[in-house]
């Protein structure tokens, strides 16, 4: 297809993303859902699982298989960007505050889908349409599981920060709890994208060179990327210098991620983690997160839901496979979190707020299966089971959460809250 061709579609292509993600994403908020959770669902709507079966000639016109690659660079730059907005958000006072709870609550949010990931494999491993041939059964055990102990950190945040309870005890729990089981997810994410398909000679460079990458930007980076925060002032807009030299830092850091075997993502989270707080971070999110969420992540929700198959679940095995590996991320991740929280003295209803809150995937699902099936990892119908686990474990979180809340008397720390902001 000519470029001048490409350009066209894209134009089209990138307005009915808009506009579906837009309606679809208003109505979740009519309803009491997230926005996200709303363009989750148009994205899969766009593609051949409803879209493409009810009128498959235009689906196909609208996206033809051409374009997909404009819309794949876009669809990761797009999520790229926002890991790197979630890591301007990282706050290490979480960690320091609640530590030792946490610590319970997510080893044993991380431990028993792990634990249930490797019992299923001997079965999940000889279905058809799960598994790539290439991997092995301890890559796909450490896949399932990760897959199933990842937590929307973003969205446990937003809810806990719509709430007032940030800085309450519950808040404070779950954000750390959030932030640690996410670390560890994506560190054997990474282990796995390093060790798949090749040797563990190759798989150790990536892995060491990705620790180094860290301590770099740890120890080195950090001190480089603190003179920026000079070139800032609260009452004045971020300078183009500024955003110019972020941006070309996100780009070589998400390059060096993707050249060392691992993936963008983790260079682009790496790098807002390490930027300095206050002013320079602030901006940052206040302008470029409305193009990131408003333009650039709809890309993405739907360029998943272009790979997104669900007519694959009509087949009795992957159905079967299907209800077992939503059970288990249902009740593994939710019970777990739940029994750690009570065991550390929390009362029920914050257990259960707790597990509610950890049990929600959300975007960080998405991108970890997305990056599954490009690395050849999953095949579709792994990839369908999962995404349709991340729509519903994200659905469910705000309902089971405020249903939780009402159930019993706030702790000390919400009263205290509500009276500060009265």
């Known amino acids: 297809m000519p470029t001048p061709q490409l350009s066209m579609y894209f134009f089209l ?24 959770v709303g363009e989750m669902i148009a994205g899969v709507t766009l593609g051949p699982s409803l879209f493409g079966l009810l009128l498959p000639g235009t689906q196909a016109a609208l996206f033809p298989k051409q374009t997909l690659d404009t819309l794949y660079v876009l669809a990761q730059f797009g999520v790229g960007f926002y890991m790197f907005l979630v890591g301007t958000g990282f706050r290490g006072d979480h960690f320091r505050a609640r530590y030792r709870s946490a610590m319970s609550v997510s080893v044993a949010g991380i431990a028993v ?8 494999m001997p079965w999940l491993i000889h279905v058809q349409g799960l598994f790539s041939a290439k ?12 897959a199933i102990a990842i937590t929307a950190f973003p969205m446990l945040a937003r809810i806990i920060h719509e709430r007032g309870l940030t800085n309450s005890s519950l808040g404070t729990l779950a954000l750390t709890a959030g932030a640690f089981d996410d670390a560890a997810a994506w560190c054997i994410l990474a282990v796995v994208l390093a060790s798949f398909g090749g040797s563990w000679t190759g798989a150790w460079l990536a892995i060491g060179g990705g620790v180094l990458f860290v301590l770099f930007m740890a120890f080195i980076g950090r001190r ?21 030299t972020v941006l070309v830092c996100f780009c070589l850091c998400a390059f060096a991620m993707d050249v060392i075997g691992i993936h963008a993502v983790f260079g ?8 300095p707080r206050g002013a320079l971070t602030e901006k940052l999110r206040e302008t470029m ?27 009795p095995e992957i159905l079967l496979a299907g209800v077992a590996i939503l059970a288990a991320s249902f009740l593994g991740k939710g019970v777990a979190c739940w029994a750690a929280a009570r065991a550390t003295g929390e009362n029920n209803r914050d257990a259960m707020a707790i597990g509610a809150l950890m049990n929600a995937r959300g975007l960080m699902e998405l991108i970890i299966i997305n990056i599954g099936l ?15 686990m991340a729509i519903l474990s994200t ?22 809250q509500l009276f500060e902001q009265s």
């Open 289 to 315: 997160q409305p193009f990131v969420v408003v333009f650039l992540l709809p890309m993405f929700f739907t360029y998943s839901g272009l790979k997104t198959q669900l007519n694959v679940l009509l087949q």
């Open 13 to 36: 292509q990138a307005a009915v993303i808009l506009f579906v993600c837009r309606m679809v994403g208003l109505l979740a908020k009519r309803i009491g859902q997230p926005q996200v």
């Open 374 to 388: 490009q690395a050849g990892v999953i095949e579709q119908g792994l990839f369908s089971i999962l995404v349709l």
């Open 224 to 244: 480089l990327l603190a003179g920026l925060s000079r070139h800032v002032s609260e009452d004045k807009p971020l300078g183009m210098g500024v955003v110019a």
């Open 268 to 275: 682009g989270f790496i790098l807002g983690a390490c930027l």
């Open 135 to 146: 991997a092995k059964p301890f890559e796909a055990s450490l896949f399932l599981g990760a």
């Open 395 to 416: 659905l469910m979180a705000t309902p089971v959460f405020n249903w939780v809340m009402r159930r019993g008397p706030r702790s000390r720390g919400e009263n205290l």
């Open 113 to 120: 889908p792990f634990v249930l990931a490797f019992a299923l």
